[in-house]
Nanobody
Framework: QVPMVESGGGLVQAGGSLRLSCRAS????????MGWFRQAPGKEREFVAA????????SYGESVKGRFTISRDGPSNTIYLQMNSLKPEDTAVYYC???????????????????WGQGTQVTVSS
């Protein structure tokens, strides 16, 4: 049983927007640092964004800074990744990731925690 479930992927034209969701258990959401990674075919996994357990700190990969925003919604135990100005090179499977509360420093450096969602496909057409 995966600890988090992603949704919101799909096909979008370049310049468009998508919002990904990652719903976790209340326990995980309230005390774990969470983030997003992506992997495109034939490429290495790439850090996208991270949020501290309380949401007060966020960090982003260089390729998405200024275009993507990570946020948390307490009542629904969900983290979101708002993706704007999408480019074809953003095409990838996006994975939700989590680490214990002190894991934010690692997540923000692109080091994933031990908990993964199943992934959701994002395809950006040119």
């Amino acid at each position: 049983q995966v600890p988090m479930v992603e949704s919101g992927g799909g096909l979008v034209q370049a310049g468009g927007s998508l919002r990904l969701s990652c719903r976790a258990s209340e326990t995980m959401f309230s005390s774990y640092a969470m983030g997003w990674f992506r992997q495109a075919p034939g490429k290495e996994r790439e850090f996208v964004a991270a949020s501290s357990w309380a949401g007060g700190s966020t960090s982003y990969g260089e390729s998405v800074k200024g275009r993507f925003t990570i946020s948390r919604d307490g009542p629904s135990n969900t983290i979101y990744l708002q993706m704007n100005s999408l480019k074809p090179e953003d095409t990838a499977v996006y994975y939700c990731n989590a680490d214990r509360s002190d894991g934010y420093s690692k997540l923000s450096l692109g080091i994933p925690g031990p908990y993964w969602g199943q992934g959701t496909q994002v395809t950006v057409s040119s």
